[in-house]
């Protein structure tokens, strides 16, 4: 099915966006000069992006995602390690990347207190899309943690991944790697705590507690504009 308008011209504007973003940042000058080059109409641009630059990087980052799940789907992942197919699924999205500087100048923008909720939805959106890929099927406290111990590990490799001028980015992979391998290290400490029959009496309650937590409900995933998903 082909895009809709909506998604046609938004791409327009990032497209033209991400001529200036290396000079201007995600600007009100980005934006108008997107407009300007785009052929887009100044009104039609506003109700698309209402914030403006800040809405295309949004975008830019969701463009990434989706060539990320785009590759995922085609690979062949069968015979890897679970951990090796997690660090496979984060080199893709990062190399799904098409402009260092877009995402340098991206950081800096969600850096910003009324723009950090923006930003760590989205590194949290694509490390759901992750789990998602890879068939993770918890719906428990694990399906938080799981989420948020890899945002941690995204976000510490693409801050990384930023300042490597490696062949190849081959640093930023081996980093990537020790993260990776940090998180497996704990998951081995908690199902030793599990196994033992006295730290297992000792967070009884606690564990009680975290069994009562389920992940939210599924919806089908939908960017269009009024869409709206209402508290569990």
Same mark, same amino acid.
């Given at each position: 099915?082909?895009?809709?308008?909506?998604?046609?011209?938004?791409?327009?504007?990032?497209?033209?966006?991400?001529?200036?973003?290396?000079?201007?940042?995600?600007?009100?000058?980005?934006?108008?000069?997107?407009?300007?080059?785009?052929?887009?109409?100044?009104?039609?641009?506003?109700?698309?992006?209402?914030?403006?630059?800040? #809405?295309?990087?949004?975008?830019?980052?969701?463009?990434?995602?989706?060539?990320?799940?785009?590759?995922?789907?085609?690979?062949?992942?069968?015979?890897?390690?679970?951990?090796?197919?997690?660090?496979?699924?984060?080199?893709?999205?990062?190399?799904?990347?098409?402009?260092?500087?877009?995402?340098?100048?991206?950081?800096?923008?969600?850096?910003?207190?009324?723009?950090?909720?923006?930003?760590?939805?989205?590194?949290?959106?694509?490390? #759901?899309?992750?789990?998602?890929?890879?068939?993770?099927?918890?719906?428990?406290?694990?399906?938080?943690?799981?989420?948020?111990?890899?945002?941690?590990?995204?976000?510490?490799?693409?801050?990384?991944?930023?300042?490597?001028?490696?062949?190849?980015?081959?640093?930023?992979?081996?980093?990537?790697?020790?993260?990776?391998?940090?998180?497996?290290?704990?998951?081995?400490?908690?199902?030793?705590?599990?196994?033992?029959?006295?730290?297992?009496?000792?967070?009884?309650?606690?564990?009680?507690?975290?069994?009562?937590?389920?992940?939210p409900s599924r919806m089908p995933r939908v960017d269009l504009p009024?869409?709206?998903?209402?508290?569990?």
């Amino acid at each position: 099915m082909p895009d809709a308008p909506y998604d046609q011209v938004k791409d327009q504007l990032l497209d033209a966006a991400l001529l200036h973003v290396p000079f201007d940042g995600w600007t009100e000058a980005t934006f108008m000069a997107a407009i300007a080059e785009s052929g887009v109409e100044t009104g039609l641009a506003r109700s698309i992006c209402p914030r403006g630059a800040v #809405d295309l990087a949004v975008a830019f980052h969701k463009r990434g995602d989706d060539a990320m799940v785009k590759r995922l789907k085609a690979a062949d992942l069968g015979e890897m390690r679970f951990r090796d197919k997690i660090a496979t699924a984060v080199r893709y999205r990062i190399e799904a990347i098409e402009d260092k500087e877009a995402v340098r100048r991206g950081t800096t923008l969600f850096a910003l207190p009324q723009y950090a909720g923006d930003g760590a939805k989205l590194i949290w959106g694509t490390c #759901d899309l992750i789990w998602d890929m890879l068939g993770d099927t918890s719906d428990d406290i694990n399906w938080y943690t799981k989420r948020a111990t890899l945002s941690g590990v995204y976000g510490s490799t693409v801050l990384y991944w930023l300042g490597d001028d490696s062949v190849d980015h081959q640093s930023t992979w081996d980093f990537l790697d020790r993260r990776i391998g940090d998180v497996m290290q704990f998951e081995k400490i908690k199902a030793q705590i599990n196994d033992n029959p006295l730290l297992k009496r000792v967070f009884a309650g606690p564990n009680w507690v975290l069994s009562k937590v389920k992940a939210p409900s599924r919806m089908p995933r939908v960017d269009l504009p009024g869409s709206w998903t209402g508290p569990n």
